[in-house]
Every structure is written in structure tokens, then in C-alpha cells.
């Protein structure tokens, strides 16, 4: 049983299991005026709605024990926006196994920030977090039902024997090994748990065609995932950057759900569409972002750095061009750095990005010949040891979690 803190798609996951006893269960979260039924997940959601929508996934746990009562499941995964799951599955005596899909590296840097304090510096010098970027961990106890006083990122000790991750040794083998002592869990890696790019079908074909009209590495591609959400102010700096340098680019602009927008081509500045129309195309809401990044023109990625969109990245080879925004994405960011396959923008000193900073980014990826080679060579590199160890860590997930449910197995 998984208990997730967003909906989800209950046929397509159930279309790639092939083993009947894993339950996937979807609690209700109230409706109410603010919150209608369409906004019941954090994709496309306006940000000033997000503490309501957690304040809401909160209320579910009132029906939670009579689904597990329903259900009588062997295993309960859940991640950190539910300590109170755990809880009450401990109390009907089912084990509880704690899912990040955030990565180890930034789990581990604000992990050894709640145990050792601010005053005690990480073990890297290459992770760390400016002060404007630092989260501040209070706001999320008062928002997450039952944390008490465990890591709230984590509630790691509320899970049983072992901690899963969305990660690949390869990429975070430190951290995840220095996690493991700060939580004393062994944490154990997935890999990248990507699903088949052919699956992206839906108005792809015009995108595709023209980007297989380009050089090899030639081509950007631009995109701050379904929850981040780019201020006129930043669109017009990145188009600025775009204008400044030589790429080829494909950028997606989303838009928070129900915000009334009539076209992207308003939020552009003017003329930008015309100026780029040989070099660029944007797109509005969705572009089929696995195919993208494992066509052979693309030569970089301008992300905000979530870690599925990092994951991606890694997986397909692709260097990363990093404008985190918040939480832990500056962490991830500078993950990329250190292991040689990204380089993020700088931003002023009022923690503003710039468009000149943009195209020197951009231009230092796909254009500027020494440094270029060197970050494709090392993102080609990490790509096929990611690829090569991804059943293996896959399987050893699933043989941890099959161990822990044998071991609670009562004896009929």
C-alpha cells in the first residue's frame, strides 16, 4: 500500500503492476470553496493555495484507519506530509516504510541542519544553501499533522528498518550514506523509476518534427516543471537571455491553474516571438519532456532543479543549465555542479536572475567549445552508469521491502 500526498492516476500505475497484492490507495481530501475538486494536487496549483491543500490532505486522516482496517495491508509507504500514517499503522501492528522523492542530498543537508544546528557546517563545502535561499523548517510543523518534534522533512524514525529514496548511488552515494547515519536507517536507492518515454504521445509530433531539424546538441530545452511558476519579471529576463545568446531553444511557460491568461504571447516582450521565430519555439502548459531530452539536438537543460526534472536530466545525459527557485532546489543545483554535469546562472545581489547571466550559461553549455565538451563528456558518463545499475537497485528496493514484510508476517 502506498499512501501519497497527491492524487493520482490509479489506471496507469496499475496498467505496470503485475503483482495483485500491491494496493494503491487515494484518500478523499475535502472539498471546500477555496479548494475545488480540480486543485486536489500540487500540479498547476497557485502558490498561495498550497498550505490549503496540505491543511486539507491533513483532514484525510480520519478515514485512514478504516482503510487499512479495509485493506489489511502488509506494508504502508508514505512520505512526509503524513507522520500521522505511520502512526496509526503502527498501532494495528503494519510496518511503515518512509519514501523521499526529493533526492538525499537535500533530505541529508537540512537533516544535519536540524540535528547539528546551523552552527555546524555540512560536510561539503559544495552543498549549501545563501541566506536568502534557507527554508525555514518551523512553517512546515505547523502545517503537517502529527510531526511532534521528528525531522519534519523525513519523520525517518517512524520507518521501519530502512529509508527509500528516488536517487542512484552513483549520484548520491555520500549523502545517502551520511543520511543513513544521521537517521540511523540504511537508506536504500530506487533508481530513477522513470517511465517509457513512448508513453508521451499527446501533440508531440509538430515539437519532435521541428526539433529534428537541428544539430546535434544544438538546442535547448527550457522548462520549471508543473509547480513552479515563472513572474513576468523572470520571463522577460530569460527571454532576454535567449536573445543575447546563440541556442536553439524549446521553452514550455506554464501557468497556475484557473489563472486568467489569454495567450504566453502576452506575457513575451513584444517582438520576442518574431526575433526568435528561426531558432526557438514556446510552448504553452505541456511538451513531452522525456522525448525532448533524449533527442540527440538537445545540449542542455534550463531547469529549475526539482529532482524528477534532475533525475531526467542525469538519466538522459543532458547538462543542466540551474535556476533553482526555492526550498530544495538550490541544493540540487549544486549537486549537479559538483558532480561536473551542470552549471547554474548567477544572480545579482539582490538574488535576482538576470539576462545576461542567463546567455552566459547558455552560452557556456552549448557554444563555448572547451567547457562544453568536458560537461557532456561527464553527463554521457553518469547517464550509463545510471542506466546500468538501475534494475539492480530497483530489485534490491523491492527485496528490502519484501524482507521487512516476511519479518511482520504472522504465522496463519
Given at each position: 500500500?502506498?499512501?501519497c500526498s497527491?492524487?493520482?492516476?490509479l489506471?496507469s500505475?496499475k496498467?505496470?503492476?503485475s503483482?495483485?497484492?500491491?494496493?494503491?490507495v487515494?484518500?478523499h481530501?475535502p472539498?471546500?470553496?477555496?479548494?475545488p475538486?480540480?486543485m486536489?494536487t500540487?500540479?498547476?496549483l497557485p502558490p498561495?493555495?498550497i498550505?490549503?491543500?496540505v491543511?486539507?490532505f491533513?483532514?484525510?486522516?480520519?478515514s485512514?484507519?478504516e482503510?487499512?482496517?479495509?485493506?489489511?495491508?502488509?506494508?504502508?509507504i508514505?512520505?512526509?506530509?503524513q507522520?500521522?500514517?505511520?502512526?496509526?499503522?503502527?498501532?494495528k501492528?503494519v510496518?511503515?516504510?518512509?519514501?523521499?522523492i526529493?533526492?538525499?542530498?537535500?533530505?541529508?543537508?537540512?537533516?544535519h541542519?536540524?540535528?547539528?544546528?546551523?552552527?555546524?557546517?555540512f560536510?561539503s563545502?559544495?552543498?549549501?544553501l545563501?541566506d536568502?535561499?534557507?527554508?525555514?523548517?518551523?512553517?512546515?510543523?505547523?502545517l503537517i499533522k502529527?510531526?511532534?518534534?521528528?525531522?519534519?522533512f523525513?519523520n525517518l524514525?517512524?520507518?521501519?528498518?530502512?529509508?527509500l529514496g528516488t536517487?542512484?548511488?552513483?549520484v548520491?552515494?555520500?549523502?545517502m550514506d551520511y543520511l543513513?547515519?544521521?537517521?540511523?536507517?540504511?537508506?536504500?536507492a530506487?533508481g530513477?523509476l522513470?517511465?517509457?518515454a513512448?508513453?508521451?504521445h499527446?501533440?508531440?509530433s509538430?515539437?519532435?518534427?521541428?526539433?529534428?531539424?537541428?544539430?546535434?546538441?544544438?538546442?535547448?530545452y527550457?522548462?520549471f516543471g508543473?509547480?513552479?511558476?515563472l513572474s513576468k519579471?523572470?520571463?522577460?529576463?530569460?527571454?532576454?537571455?535567449?536573445l543575447?545568446?546563440?541556442a536553439n531553444?524549446?521553452?514550455v511557460i506554464?501557468f497556475?491553474l484557473g489563472?486568467?491568461?489569454t495567450?504566453?504571447?502576452?506575457e513575451?516582450p513584444?517582438?520576442?516571438?518574431e526575433t526568435?521565430k528561426e531558432r526557438g519555439?514556446v510552448?504553452?502548459?505541456?511538451a513531452?519532456?522525456?522525448k525532448?531530452?533524449?533527442h540527440?539536438?538537445?545540449g542542455?537543460f534550463v531547469s529549475?532543479?526539482?529532482w524528477?526534472s534532475?533525475?531526467?536530466?542525469?538519466y538522459f545525459?543532458?547538462?543542466i543549465?540551474?535556476m533553482?527557485m526555492?526550498?530544495e532546489?538550490?541544493l540540487?543545483?549544486?549537486l549537479a555542479?559538483?558532480?561536473?554535469?551542470?552549471?547554474?546562472?548567477?544572480?545579482?545581489?539582490k538574488?535576482?536572475?538576470?539576462g545576461?547571466e542567463?546567455a552566459?550559461?547558455?552560452?557556456?553549455?552549448i557554444?563555448?567549445?572547451e567547457?562544453y565538451e568536458?560537461?557532456r563528456?561527464?553527463?554521457?558518463?553518469?547517464?550509463e552508469k545510471i542506466?546500468e545499475n538501475?534494475?539492480?537497485e530497483?530489485?534490491e528496493?523491492a527485496?528490502?521491502?519484501?524482507?521487512?514484510?516476511?519479518?511482520?508476517?504472522?504465522?496463519?
Open positions: 500500500m502506498y499512501l497527491t492524487p493520482l492516476n489506471d500505475i496498467k505496470d503492476l503483482d495483485e497484492s500491491i494496493k494503491l487515494q484518500l481530501v472539498t471546500t470553496p477555496e479548494l475538486p480540480e486536489h500540487t500540479k498547476n498561495n493555495l498550505s490549503a491543500l491543511k486539507a491533513q483532514m484525510s486522516s480520519s485512514f484507519s482503510i487499512l482496517n479495509s485493506i489489511k495491508p502488509d506494508l504502508l508514505y512520505d512526509f506530509f507522520p500521522w500514517a505511520p502512526k496509526i499503522a503502527s498501532s501492528g510496518p511503515s516504510v518512509f519514501f523521499s526529493s533526492g538525499a542530498t537535500s533530505l541529508c543537508y537540512y537533516h541542519m536540524y540535528t547539528m544546528g546551523t552552527g555546524s557546517p560536510p563545502r559544495d552543498i549549501y545563501l536568502h535561499e534557507i527554508f525555514d523548517i518551523s512553517i512546515a510543523y505547523t502529527d510531526a511532534d518534534q521528528d525531522f519534519v523525513g524514525s517512524l520507518s521501519t528498518d530502512i529509508v536517487s542512484c548511488r552513483v548520491e552515494e555520500k549523502y543513513s547515519v544521521l537517521s540511523k536507517k540504511r537508506v536504500v530506487t530513477p522513470l517511465g517509457d513512448s508513453d508521451e499527446e501533440g508531440d509538430e515539437i519532435m518534427n521541428w526539433l529534428s531539424g537541428k544539430n546535434q546538441c544544438s538546442t535547448i527550457i522548462s508543473s509547480e513552479c511558476f519579471e523572470q520571463i522577460a529576463e530569460i527571454a532576454k537571455g535567449l543575447l545568446c546563440n531553444f524549446i521553452w506554464r497556475p489563472e486568467k491568461t495567450s504566453v504571447e502576452e513575451l513584444a517582438g520576442f516571438l526568435v519555439i510552448i504553452p502548459g505541456w513531452p519532456q522525456r525532448i531530452l533524449a540527440p539536438s538537445i542542455g529549475h532543479c526539482g524528477n534532475m533525475t531526467e536530466s542525469m545525459g543532458v547538462p543549465i540551474a533553482p526555492r526550498v532546489q538550490p540540487n543545483a549544486r555542479v559538483e558532480a561536473g554535469v551542470g552549471v547554474e546562472v548567477k544572480k545579482d545581489g538574488g535576482h536572475y538576470m545576461e542567463v552566459r550559461a547558455i552560452n557556456k553549455v557554444v563555448e567549445k567547457f568536458g560537461k563528456d561527464r553527463s554521457k558518463r553518469l547517464s542506466k538501475a534494475e539492480q530497483m530489485n528496493a527485496e528490502q521491502l519484501l524482507r521487512i514484510c516476511m519479518k511482520n508476517k504472522k504465522p496463519v
